[in-house]
């Protein structure tokens, strides 16, 4: 019998990112996650600096622009009946959304909105929403079952700390942000959000907090990172040469339309706050619209369709991806559904219906790309043995055993990336230098190809 073995020093090194968690959750269904890959941060052939997607790269053309909506702040019931699956699979089916976002409250805020689905808690304060700050484990369970829905309907998803003074939650957004990295820093459908909103915070802080972030988050994950600026995300050209450590990081660009302006100077004279954005793009920056409003930056007022149309032709002509606020049935001209709406039905404002039908214009079908990840097969398709005419093979401890023919044998993450390709195996080939979590094993002999699940222990 003839033994195959892989050196565990070169198996580690191919390894990388992608297995330091084994995946558990496929999607259901072919989305933009498939189609675009990662998200990263480049810049085109003017040096304007862009979105592109790991599956095609960085060139002129293959820029990605995402659109979706923020989930509100996670304080009210009013929100948080929609950070839930049933929530995001219907403003997928319904909303074409591509992304979402989810707004995490950080500090010990309490807005009296009760944890089960009503505002009638009376006295009984362990029903009341607080952050994270002093009820950690409630927010930490509705960030992962976003995220896991998210996945499950392939597209993407910010982890948002939902901040105005993430500079003085270290600490907390330090523990907060490894913990997400670690459980879903290996998937393409996660994008991290540092830093909600500073107000006048100076750069030079808010730079000092996003470099310690970010060198907790590259400890698991190499996925795109936003960064928030001075005033509300209305100064991302402050970052301009003195940018945030590290690779794979844009800024955060926010607006509500009556409010602001997209080029020029304001009525006091200061360049408008779309200017500031487009300063930093032309510099090289990558700028993503984590969060815009079609009515007055109080969340009140009524959307004013020529200004809208405006700041859409922007984003579009700058490959803005963008997440309206907000995907709520919160008492606010912003807010998108009105209160007949349930996670399972929706039913919209003036405002909601106008950014319905900007996703319209979404894909709504989408091709995976030739790098996307592999489906798992369903547990019950995970089974020890591949049997042809031609060969066996079986599965056993650490090891497959190929009998009865040679075979080209291939093994993937759960994500897809190749891990090893031998051919002319017959006999054992003995897997102990992976380490335990869940593969795909391709196996190929003559005009018989198979794939299945494979789990390490």
């Known amino acids: 019998m003839k033994m195959f073995s892989i050196p565990a020093l070169a198996c580690a090194m191919t390894l990388g990112f992608g297995l330091a968690s084994a995946q558990t959750i496929t999607p259901t269904r072919v989305g933009p996650v498939s189609q675009y890959g990662q998200l990263i941060t480049g810049k085109n052939s003017a040096g304007q600096g862009r979105i592109y997607g790991s599956c095609e790269g960085v060139k002129d053309g293959a820029e990605v622009q995402v659109r979706g909506m923020s989930l509100y702040w996670s304080m009210v019931a009013k929100s948080t009946e929609f950070w839930t699956p049933e929530g995001i699979a219907t403003m997928v089916n319904d909303m074409n959304v591509q992304i979402v976002r989810a707004a995490m409250g950080t500090t010990n805020e309490d807005w009296w909105g009760c944890k089960d689905g009503t505002e009638s808690c009376g006295n009984d304060k362990s029903k009341h929403i607080t952050g994270y700050a002093t009820d950690a484990e409630f927010q930490t369970n509705l960030m992962n079952t976003v995220v896991e829905a998210a996945i499950k309907n392939d597209i993407y998803v910010v982890i948002d700390w939902h901040s105005h003074q993430a500079h003085e939650e270290v600490d907390n957004a330090t523990k907060f942000f490894t913990e997400m990295a670690q459980k879903w820093g290996q998937y393409d459908h996660v994008i991290f959000e540092l830093y909600n909103e500073p107000k006048e915070t100076s750069w030079g802080v808010i730079k000092d907090y996003a470099d310690k972030v970010v060198s907790a988050i590259r400890q698991h994950s190499d996925n795109l990172i936003l960064v928030g600026n001075r005033k509300y995300d209305q100064n991302p050209q402050e970052a301009i040469n003195n940018e945030v450590t590290g690779e794979n990081i844009a800024y955060t660009f926010h607006y509500y339309a009556n409010s602001h302006c997209w080029e020029g100077q304001t009525s006091w004279g200061d360049p408008c706050e779309g200017a500031n954005a487009q300063q930093a793009i032309n510099a090289g920056l990558s700028v993503f619209v984590s969060e815009w409003g079609t009515a007055d930056a109080n969340g009140g007022g009524n959307p004013d369709t020529g200004r809208n149309t405006s700041w859409q032709n922007w984003m579009d002509q700058n490959k803005l991806s963008w997440a309206n606020w907000s995907a709520s049935k919160v008492e606010e001209g912003t807010a998108a559904f009105s209160s007949g709406s349930n996670r399972n039905s929706l039913q919209y404002t003036t405002s909601g219906q106008m950014v319905k039908e900007y996703l319209s214009t979404n894909p709504t079908t989408y091709t995976r790309c030739a790098t996307a990840p592999i489906p798992e097969p369903n547990p019950e398709e995970a089974i ?71 789990s390490i222990k």
């Open 384 to 454: 020890h043995g591949l049997h042809s005419a031609n060969f066996d093979v079986t599965f056993s401890g650490k090891a497959l055993n190929v009998s009865g023919a040679t075979a080209n044998v291939e093994i993937f993450t759960a994500k897809g990336d190749k891990l090893m390709d031998i051919n002319n195996v017959q006999g054992e080939l003995s897997l102990a230098a992976f380490p335990a979590g869940k593969y795909l094993v391709r196996v190929k002999s003559g005009s018989v190809s198979k794939m299945k699940a494979i």
